[in-house]
């Protein structure tokens, strides 16, 4: 059986549906259910059971002997959220638990890290396991995902072949429920719907024309591709970087939307909310040479071709994976 933490969230469903599209139906999802904002990415998938997030430590005591992997997606991902309180029991003591049980019954692992590691960028983007005690996040979350990769390679009791994947800006179908914290493309999506046209934050940093803040955005399908091929085990265990490699603008993102809309873009600019200014990364690039000489050879979608795909084939008629 392969475990799914944070099954019913964006990636983890989009994993769900992946998986079930080629037959692989033996799945254990593990989520907080009680949050039916997410209840439709689970609409029609096929799985042997349901896990209450709080119910999984016993759970895997119990069943462990008959998992053959997990996937450990699952975690608080608010960066908006500075209650450090939440973030270490859900995102660090949690995934120590996980990991502990993966060593115990030798199961392979693949949990989410995240770029929010990297902070401001000053040490670069290199997942350089070496220089990752270095690393400086901006906000709890980041520190909570930096934590538990710091704790991760400290371990000399591992699963049998284990993977943290930093995230970088995933974007794509079943991200519905997310709200705030979703893609600026779904939200330009939504507002070019309504009103016609779409509001970016403003740059508040000199060095950045507004609109012209860089991330390095990836799509959900392609973060799927990379944890089906770690699943099998060949590549050497550690710590990879998981986005496009190629850093774009969020003005590129708004007018790609536009663009598959079949519209032309109408983009002005607001204030970044206060509460997030000071916190805010204007530049993310993912080097994945270190996933590639793993042999990872698939190509990664450009952000024309992912973004295209994602509002005319899923947000358009409101499909999920």
């Not at 990636?11 to 907080?32: H, M, Q, R, W, Y």
């Not at 284990?162 to 997310?178: A, R, T």
């Not at 080097?287 to 084939?313: A, R």
């Amino acid at each position: 059986m392969i475990v799914i933490t944070g099954a019913a969230g964006f990636i983890g469903s989009c994993i769900a549906g992946t998986l079930n599209s080629k037959g692989i139906n033996n799945l254990i999802l593990v989520d907080d259910f009680s949050k039916t904002e997410k209840a439709s990415n689970l609409e029609g998938k096929l799985f042997v059971a349901m896990v209450q997030r709080a119910d999984f430590d016993q759970w895997m005591k119990e069943f462990g002997t008959e998992v053959t992997c997990v996937l450990h997606i699952g975690a608080r991902t608010d960066t908006t959220e500075f209650d450090k309180a939440i973030f270490d029991e859900l995102n660090v003591e949690y995934s120590k638990m996980v990991w502990k049980h993966c060593v115990q019954f030798n199961i392979p692992l693949i949990y989410a890290s995240s770029a929010a590691t990297y902070g401001l960028g000053e040490f670069g983007y290199d997942d350089n396991e070496e220089t990752m005690p270095q690393l400086q996040p901006l906000n709890p979350y980041g520190w909570s995902k930096q934590w538990f990769d710091i704790w991760a390679l400290e371990q000399t009791e591992t699963p049998p072949y284990w993977y943290g994947l930093k995230f970088f800006n995933v974007y794509g179908p079943n991200e519905y429920h997310k709200a705030r914290m979703a893609s600026v493309i779904f939200h330009t999506f939504n507002q070019v719907k309504e009103y016609g046209s779409m509001k970016l934050f403003r740059s508040h940093n000199p060095d950045y024309a507004d609109g012209g803040q860089m991330r390095d955005f990836v799509y959900v399908k392609d973060v799927v591709s990379v944890i089906e091929f770690l699943m099998k085990g060949t590549a050497k265990s550690g710590i990879y970087n998981l986005g496009s490699g190629k850093a774009r603008t969020f003005l590129d993102l708004a007018t790609n939307t536009f663009n598959a809309l079949d519209k032309e873009p109408n983009i002005s600019f607001i204030d970044t909310p206060a509460d997030i200014r000071d916190k805010y990364q204007y530049f993310t690039e993912a080097n994945m040479q270190k996933l590639i000489s793993q042999g990872y050879d698939v190509p990664f979608h450009t952000l024309e071709k992912g973004i295209d795909d994602y509002v005319k084939n899923y947000l358009a008629e409101e499909k999920y994976i």
